[in-house]
Structure formats: structure tokens, C-alpha cells
């Protein structure tokens, strides 16, 4: 199909690392939980553009540009390790019944995900070495192929996203009556987002 070899195992692999906890999932579960299902699927489009950023920049080759400029990488790796870091301490800070760390604007929870999403330049490598296993070379079709990955996985990632934040909705409008469970959930959010910014900055 368009040049991939074994679509149903491309999809069932996308899915897989769909459901992976990172930073991406806790970015649509915060959303959610702040900003209902429009703040959850703001996230979800932020996601998917980021992811298909860096998709493309991996289609294009910057992975390779950034393996010969391992101090680029490393640079990129950082930036990304401190934003989620930032993140993460804000909500650890936050005093209960002040401003919400993610504005409850959805833009502002799709730039949120996206530059979480984004920063995140292991994702380049991870495509670049996960695109061959799927591209038949006998009927591989060039920018049609990955197009039509693409497409796969920005479809499967709206589906997790938007059965996500509505799974997330219906549970946070239980748990929002009760500020103590919501503050817990917050600070917890926020540990887990200075541990992937940790993950990532000493990650090799």
C-alpha cells in the first residue's frame, strides 16, 4: 500500500508507541484536565504538528545533519530538557487557587503540546530509523510513501488524542470538585515532567 511493506504492522507499531507514557500524553491529560475537550484536542493538534515537524525534518535528512554536529544535537537536547524542567517546576510552585499553568485558552494549549512535542530531537532519529523498516524498496513510491505515513500517523494520533481527552474529561469532572486531589495530580504532573526533562537531557 503506497509503497509501505505490511501496513496493518506499521499501524499496530504507531499505536503501540502511542500509548507509551511521555511528555506528549501528560501534555493532552493536563490539557484536558485544565482546559475540558477543546483544551484536549488544542493539544492533540499541537502534537500532531510538531510530530509531523519533526517527521518531515527527518524525511529531509536534519537527522543526519545532526548526527555530524553531535554539539547541534546536544544544544537542541538541553533546550528541550529545560523547557519540560520549567514546566515541570512551575506546577511543583504553584500555590492552590492560582492561575492555572496552562492557560485555559486553547491556543495557548496547543503551543503548549506543540513546543513540547517539538523539542524533543531524538524524535528525528527515532523516525529516520523507524521509516526503513516499513518502505518496500520495489514499490517504494518516494514523497507519496511518507506522505502516506504521514497521513497514518497524524490519523492515529487525533484518535488517541481525542478518546484521551474525552476519557480525561469525564474522569476530571469528578476529580475538580475535590482541590486537594487536583492540587496532588498537579504536583505529580509536575514531577513526571522534570523527570522526562532529566530522561532527556542525560539520555544518550
Known sequence: MFG?????????????????????NLALITSTSKGGIRGGLAATTGVIVGDQCLLW????????????????????QWLGAAYLAWLGFKMLLAKPGSAPILNIKPGHFFRQAFMITLLNPKAIVFYMAFFPLFVDPARHQGLITFGAMAVTI???????????????HFLAERIRANRRISGTLEKLAGVFLIAFGVKLAISR
Open 154 to 168: 497524524a490519523a492515529l494520533t487525533f484518535l488517541y488524542g481525542l478518546t484521551s481527552t474525552l476519557l480525561t
Open 4 to 24: 509501505i511493506a505490511d501496513y496493518g504492522a506499521f499501524v499496530a507499531a504507531i499505536i503501540l508507541f502511542l500509548l507509551i507514557p511521555g511528555p506528549g
Open 57 to 76: 525534518a527527518a524525511v529531509a535528512g536534519v537527522s543526519a545533519v545532526l548526527a555530524a554536529y553531535p554539539a547541534a544535537f546536544k544544544a537542541v
